[in-house]
C-alpha cells in the first residue's frame, strides 16, 4: 500500500493534488465540493484589498482546441475575486474547520507597500488557513495596477514582499512564478534570498487565443475589443516543466521546494512534474474542463505507479528525474539511434515517408517491387524522431540506439563513444578534442 | 396474386424513404473530418475512379471550409454530390481507407463529400463557367452520368455541345434509376441543373439515336461524338412467356422514381427478385418500405460473387430482406395467366459453372422482379456497323475512343466498366479531354 500524503514546507495534505488559485476555488460552495471529491488542498483564489475588483460581463474565457473539442489551451482574463474580503476570510475559516486533513492555502495581492501586505496576512492568520501563496503572476487586469505580473517581472520587488510577508507571518510562504520572463531561475533566486518557503510555478501565460475575422478584433472579446490573458491547460505544460527543471536543477535554488502546475491533466502529467521535483502539483485547467472528479482518475494512476515502481511514498521519487536534465553540451554525439517501422502495426498511412521526405532527410521509403511500402533507409537516417512524432499509430515507429561498436551506415563511423560537444573536434573552443573511434576500439 | 398500391400510409411511406445515409450535422462533419490522416499518396484517392483529391477536400471542410472542399471535388467530379449518395464506397475510397484498415472504421469520406457538395449546391457556389468559344461542336449522346461529365467538361473547354436525350428528364439512372432513398430532395434533378448551368450546352429531349438520327448523320454535322446511351435492354429469365406479376426492376424503379405519390405503386404482398447486383437490393428494399410483407432475393451464385457490396446486403437485410444463395428460377408458376409463385433450384458450383443439384423448392409470390442485368441493344446505336464491340458492348481504348474515328464513348455502354456512376463520370471526364486535345491536334496540324 503506497502513501500518497505529503509534507510541503511543513503543509500537511492527503495526498498532492491541490486546486490552483482559480474560479474553481473562489469560495466555500466549490471548495466543499472540490474537498468531497477527494482533492487534498486547495489554494484558495487571490484575495486583494476592499472594494474589491469588478471582472468583465463579457466573456472571460478563451481555449485552442484540439480533435474532437478537447481543451488543450485555455485562457482567462478573469481577475482576483470580486467579492469581499471578509466574506473570503469567514468562509475560508469555516471550511479549514470543517475539513482539517486537507490543505487550505490562502492566494494573496495587495499593493506593493509593507503595511498591506502585513494587514493582510494578520487577516488571514486569524482563519487558521496553512499557509499564503502570493500572487506575482497574474497577467492581466492586476499588473496593471502594479500589482501580479508587474511585481513577478522584477526580482527586487519579489524579493522585498517575500521578505516583508516572512516577516509579518508564522505562515509558510509561497511565492508564486510567472512564466511572462526571460529567464525564470531570477525570480526564483530573488524569492529564495527574500526567505520564502518554496515557489509555484507557472501562473499563465500572456496569449491572445485567437483572432475573429468578421470581428477583427482579439477573439474572445467584449463589444468588439480584446486584451490578452493567461494561458494555462495542456498546452503550457512543455514550458511548465521546463521552468521547474530549470528551478530544480540551478545550483542557487536547488532544493527549493517547488509547488508544479501548468497543465496537469492525469496522474501522469503530476508523476513528470514531480519527477522533476514538484513536491505537490496545483491544478486548474482540467477541473475547469471536466470537473472534480478527475482526482480520482490522479489518486488511483499515482498510486498505482508508485505500486509498480515500488515507490512508498511520493518523496521517494520527487526530483528522481532532475539529475538527468543537462545542457545541450553534455549529450554524447556519439551515442546513434536509428528509427525503426514496425511492419505489423504499420497502417501505410506514408506520413513518415512525406514528411522525411520533404522536410528532412529522405531516409524513409515510399514503396517496395511497386507496392507501398515504408522503410527506414538507415544509410540516411538521422534518428531525429519526427517520423516517430508524425506516425499516427503509437510504438509503430521506434528509435533504437546501434548497439556499441557499430558503425553507423550514414556516417561510416564506429559506435560507442562518448564525446560531447566539448569534446568534438568541430568545436573550435574545445580544449581536448577526441577523434571519434575507430573500428579497432 | 395480390398486388396493390397503398399498402402503406403517406407517412409511413415517407418515414421509410427517407435519406439512407442522411446529412451530416456540422460538428458531427469536423469530427469525421478530423478523423482524416491526410495519407501521403493517399490510398483513397488511388481508390477513386475520378481521383478527387480527398485528403485534400476532408482538410478543407475540418478548416471550415466546406465551399472549397466543393470545389476540390467537383473539380474532379462534376456529379460529387450524387457519387457522395450512391458510390459503393465501402469498395472504393473507404475501402482503402487507412483507417479501416487499422481500425475497421473508414473515415466517412463519401457523407463528407455529401456535406461539403451540400453546402456549396445550399450556397449557390457555381465554380465553373463555359469557356472561350472554339467554335467546334460536339454531340454527345445520352445525358446520364457519362453523357453529363462529358459535356460539362467540353462545355468549360470551350466547345459548344450539342446533348441528345431520349427520355423527357436529363439524369439517366441518377434521375430513373438509383433508389430513391439514395437520391432524396430531387438531387438528381439539381445536380443536372448545376451541370447545365456552366453554359454552353443545349439539351434535346425525346431524340433518340437510331430513331430519330444515325450515328453517321453525327459524325458529319459534328467535330466529335460521345456515346453514353447506357444500356437499353434487359436479359430475360428464359423461362418462356411470363405470366402477370414478373415485372422488370429497372422499368419499376423507373416508375418508382418518377411516381408522384409513392402510394400509386402497385405493390405484391410476397415479392421474389432474381438477381444479385444493385439493381436487385435497391428494388428488394424498395419493395419492402412500399409495404411487401414478404421479400426475397433469390440469387444463382454464394453472396460473396454478388455484385452488390456487403454493405448493400446488409441495407436489404436491415430493411427485412431474405436473401437466398444457390437459387435460380426454375419454372413460373401461373393461375389463370398470374403469377402465383416460382420454382427454384438449387445449384452448385463446380470449377465456376453452375450445376443443378436436382432439387427444388417453391415459393409462392405474387411479384417477381427481373434484376439480371442489362445488355446494349443494338438499336442503342443505330444497329450500325463499324463500332468494334466487345461481349456486346462497344470497345473503347483508354481515352475512351472507339474504332471510329471522332466517336468516343463511356458509361454503361462501354466495355469493361464498373456499371458504377463514378466510373461513367469518369469516362464522360476523360473522352472530353481526348476529344479536346483530338480537335487542338487537328487545329495545330
Known amino acids: 500500500m503506497v502513501d500518497l500524503s505529503v509534507d510541503f514546507v511543513g503543509i500537511k495534505s492527503p495526498n498532492p493534488f491541490w486546486l490552483a488559485s482559480a474560479p474553481p476555488t473562489d469560495k466555500a460552495y466549490n471548495v466543499i465540493r472540490a474537498f468531497k471529491a477527494g482533492w487534498g488542498g486547495v489554494v484558495w483564489k487571490t484575495l486583494g484589498e476592499d472594494p474589491p475588483v469588478v471582472n468583465v460581463s463579457g466573456p472571460r474565457y478563451g481555449a485552442i482546441h484540439a480533435s474532437d473539442r478537447r481543451v488543450i489551451g485555455f485562457n482567462n482574463i478573469e481577475l482576483i475575486t470580486d467579492r469581499p474580503l471578509e466574506v473570503n476570510l469567514q468562509e475560508i475559516k469555516q471550511v479549514k474547520r470543517d475539513w482539517k486533513d486537507r490543505a487550505m492555502i490562502v492566494s494573496l495581492m495587495v499593493p506593493c507597500e509593507e503595511r498591506n501586505w502585513a494587514a493582510i496576512l494578520k487577516r488571514v492568520e486569524e482563519t487558521e488557513a496553512d499557509g499564503v501563496e502570493l500572487n506575482f503572476g497574474c497577467p492581466h487586469g492586476m499588473s496593471e495596477r502594479g500589482m501580479g505580473a508587474a511585481v513577478g517581472q522584477v526580482p527586487e520587488y519579489v524579493e522585498m514582499v517575500a521578505r516583508w510577508c516572512k516577516q509579518h507571518t508564522r505562515m509558510p510562504v509561497i511565492v508564486k512564478l510567472t512564466p511572462n520572463v526571460g529567464d525564470i531561475r531570477k525570480p526564483a533566486e530573488a524569492a529564495k534570498r527574500g526567505g520564502a518557503d518554496a515557489v509555484s510555478l507557472i501562473n499563465t501565460v500572456n496569449s491572445i487565443m485567437g483572432v475573429d475575422l468578421d470581428a477583427m478584433s482579439p477573439w474572445p472579446h467584449t463589444e468588439g475589443k480584446g486584451t490578452h490573458g493567461g494561458m494555462c491547460g495542456a498546452a503550457v505544460k512543455p514550458i511548465a516543466l521546463n521552468m521547474v527543471a530549470e528551478i530544480a536543477r540551478s545550483e542557487a535554488t536547488r532544493g527549493l521546494p517547488i509547488s508544479g502546475i501548468g497543465g496537469i491533466e492525469t496522474w501522469k502529467d503530476a508523476a513528470e512534474f514531480m519527477a522533476l521535483g514538484a513536491g505537490t502539483v496545483q491544478v486548474c485547467t482540467a477541473a475547469m474542463v471536466y ?23 511520493v518523496s521517494d521519487f520527487v526530483g528522481k528525474a532532475v539529475p538527468n536534465v543537462t545542457d545541450w553540451q553534455h549529450l554524447n554525439l556519439d551515442y546513434v539511434v ?44 538521422v534518428g531525429c524522431n519526427l517520423c516517430a512524432v508524425v506516425c499516427p499509430v503509437e510504438n509503430c515507429i521506434t528509435l533504437s540506439p546501434l548497439p556499441k561498436g557499430a558503425v553507423d551506415p550514414r556516417t561510416g563511423t564506429p559506435v560507442g563513444g562518448t564525446r560531447t560537444w566539448k569534446e568534438h573536434p568541430n568545436n573550435p573552443m574545445a580544449k581536448n578534442p577526441r577523434p571519434a573511434l575507430t573500428a579497432a576500439e | ?437 483530338m480537335l487542338k491536334a487537328a487545329k495545330a496540324a
Open chain 2, 1 to 437: 396474386m395480390d398486388i396493390k398500391a397503398g399498402r402503406l400510409s403517406a407517412d409511413q411511406l415517407r418515414a421509410n424513404f427517407c435519406d439512407l445515409a442522411p446529412a451530416m450535422a456540422p460538428n458531427e462533419a469536423r469530427v469525421a473530418a478530423e478523423r482524416c490522416l491526410f495519407c501521403h499518396d493517399a490510398p483513397c484517392v488511388t481508390a477513386c475512379p475520378t481521383t478527387i483529391d480527398i485528403p485534400l477536400f476532408i482538410r478543407q471542410i475540418a478548416a471550415h471550409n466546406p465551399i472549397g472542399a466543393a470545389e476540390t471535388i467537383l473539380s474532379a467530379n462534376i456529379m460529387g454530390a450524387m457519387c457522395a449518395r450512391v458510390c459503393p464506397t465501402e469498395n472504393l475510397c473507404e475501402g482503402a481507407c487507412v483507417r479501416e484498415v487499422s481500425e475497421g472504421k473508414a473515415v466517412e469520406i463519401g457523407r463528407l463529400q455529401r456535406h461539403a457538395t451540400d453546402a456549396a449546391y445550399g450556397a449557390g457556389k457555381q465554380f465553373f463557367r463555359a469557356g472561350p468559344a472554339t467554335g467546334k461542336r460536339i454531340a454527345v449522346v445520352g445525358a446520364g452520368p457519362a453523357g453529363l461529365s462529358c459535356a460539362h467538361r467540353l462545355a468549360v473547354l470551350g466547345h459548344a455541345v450539342t446533348l441528345y436525350e431520349a427520355r423527357e428528364k436529363a439524369g439517366g439512372l441518377n434521375e430513373y434509376g438509383i433508389a430513391a432513398y439514395k437520391a432524396s430532395d430531387s438531387i438528381a434533378a439539381r445536380e443536372v441543373e448545376y451541370i447545365l448551368a456552366v453554359g454552353g450546352i443545349s439539351v434535346v429531349h425525346g431524340k433518340r439515336l437510331g430513331r430519330d438520327f444515325r450515328l453517321a448523320d453525327l459524325e458529319r454535322d459534328f467535330d466529335a461524338v460521345f456515346l453514353g446511351m447506357g444500356l437499353g435492354g434487359t436479359n430475360t429469365l428464359g423461362l418462356g412467356d411470363e405470366p402477370e406479376g414478373v415485372m422488370d426492376a429497372v422499368e419499376y424503379i423507373a416508375r418508382l422514381r418518377q411516381a408522384k405519390a409513392l402510394s400509386d405503386l402497385p405493390i405484391g404482398r410476397k415479392v421474389v427478385v432474381i438477381g444479385g447486383g444493385m439493381t436487385a437490393i435497391d428494388i428488394a428494399v424498395q419493395a419492402k418500405k412500399l409495404g411487401a410483407e414478404e421479400v426475397t432475393i433469390a440469387y444463382r451464385r454464394g453472396r460473396k460473387a454478388m455484385p452488390a457490396s456487403d454493405y448493400e446486403q446488409e441495407v436489404a437485410q436491415i430493411a427485412g430482406v431474405t436473401i437466398r444463395e444457390y437459387q435460380r428460377p426454375k419454372t413460373l408458376l401461373a393461375a389463370g395467366g398470374k403469377l402465383a409463385g416460382v420454382e427454384l433450384e438449387y445449384v452448385t458450383e463446380r470449377e465456376g459453372k453452375l450445376v443443378p443439384s436436382g432439387e427444388t423448392t417453391m415459393l409462392a409470390c405474387d411479384q417477381l422482379f427481373k434484376a439480371i442485368g442489362q445488355t446494349l441493344l443494338p438499336e442503342d446505336f443505330g444497329g450500325e456497323g463499324g463500332l468494334q464491340m466487345k461481349s456486346g458492348k462497344i470497345l473503347v481504348d483508354s481515352a475512351r475512343r472507339t474504332s471510329r474515328p471522332k466517336v468516343f464513348a463511356g458509361g454503361d455502354c462501354v466495355f469493361g466498366g464498373q456499371d458504377l456512376t463514378v466510373s461513367a463520370v469518369e469516362d464522360g471526364k476523360m473522352a472530353a479531354q481526348a476529344i479536346d486535345s
Open chain 1, 291 to 313: 470537473g472534480f472528479k478527475i482526482v480520482e482518475e490522479m489518486k488511483s494512476g499515482l498510486a498505482r505507479f508508485m505500486e509498480d515502481k515500488g515507490y512508498s511514498r
Open chain 1, 338 to 381: 536509428k528509427a525503426e517501422i514496425d511492419q505489423d502495426l504499420c497502417i501505410k498511412c506514408g506520413r513518415c515517408h512525406i514528411a522525411c521526405e520533404d522536410t528532412s532527410h529522405q531516409a524513409i521509403t515510399k514503396e517496395k517491387d511497386g507496392a507501398r511500402h515504408f522503410e527506414v533507409i538507415e544509410e540516411e537516417c
